[in-house]
């Protein structure tokens, strides 16, 4: 089996996983809220990650020498995942996923702020066509912006930021040791959120299956993109993470009768080329 075929396995895991994610947790918020949702979601995966942690001899590799930058790093995620959940239970799935794909833009305008990175010209170009696809998702029909669509475009920023931060603390960490600390404080972060009000559902029998599935497929679709960007270049794999916007477009006219603007997926083909362009000629590292 040829490596591009193998990444190209991997990447269907990934889309499936992450598709299986938006349908979950679409479900999951017709009873709890995004921080219940997160706290839930985060505890399901450090359960997860200890059992793996354990049963593969890794949990000595989680250290405290960058709590620092987890911190901040797991903040952003937080944040991000939080508008993300809500952003798939109040626009179409494909509109949410379109502008999810601007995150690598972010990376490219942020990256000189936190990394002392310079941007190459076509880094520039890059993001000037990712914006543009912005504004045709973002307003697709002349139909005004919505909460849902601003939360759909500010979780981008908040996974470009966690790529920037993931980009740091690599150097030094494990996965495991990301992981860890991924899970655990935004289980923390879900807890103390949830609890503000004095009123934090618990899931209930119809709920918790869906609680778990949105844990497992959060953490398989990362493994699964990670797996698949070891086996073959970003330059492949890439796009083929793209399929995602069209397959949700499917998955939301069939669950839900989601109409599809013919903007949403002109929008995202900009953005995709935005992206790919960064990719591909700025040799830029992908933030997913």
């Not at 993109?225 to 499917?250: C, E, G, Q, Y």
């Not at 362009?277 to 933030?287: E, L, T, W, Y």
Request: with cysteine.
């Amino acid at each position: 089996m040829t490596p591009t075929l193998r990444a190209a396995i991997w990447m269907i895991g990934a889309i499936t996983a992450f598709t299986l994610m938006a349908v979950a947790g679409r479900a999951a918020a017709l009873n709890l809220d995004t921080f219940e949702i997160m706290f839930y979601r985060s505890c399901v995966g450090f359960a997860i990650v200890m059992a793996c942690a354990v049963g593969f001899g890794t949990l000595d590799q989680v250290r405290a020498d960058r709590l620092g930058l987890h911190f901040i790093r797991n903040v952003a995620h937080f944040t991000g995942q939080n508008l993300w959940f809500y952003a798939i239970t109040v626009i179409p799935l494909a509109q949410v996923f379109a502008l999810e794909f601007t995150g690598p833009i972010w990376v490219i305008l942020l990256s000189p702020l936190i990394l002392k990175e310079r941007i190459r010209p076509l880094g520039i170009a890059a993001a000037i066509i990712g914006f543009i696809g912005i504004l045709l998702v973002a307003k697709p029909g002349g139909t005004t912006i919505s909460p849902g669509i601003i939360a759909a475009a500010l979780c981008a920023i908040g996974f470009g930021l966690t790529a920037i931060f993931t980009r740091l603390l690599t150097k030094t960490q494990t996965i495991t040791c990301i992981l860890f600390y991924l899970t655990g404080m935004q289980a923390i972060f879900g807890l103390i959120c949830a609890g503000l009000d004095g009123d934090m559902a618990l899931p209930t029998a119809i709920t918790l299956p869906w609680m778990i599935l949105i844990g497992i497929a959060g953490l398989t679709a990362h493994f699964c993109l990670t797996k698949a960007l070891s086996i073959a270049p970003a330059t492949l794999v890439m796009p083929l993470d793209f399929l995602r916007l069209p397959i949700i477009a499917v998955v939301g006219i069939i669950l839900y009768a989601e109409p599809v603007d013919i903007w949403v997926i002109v929008g995202g083909t900009l953005i995709f080329a935005g992206n790919y362009v960064n990719i591909r000629f700025g040799h830029a590292k992908s933030p997913k």
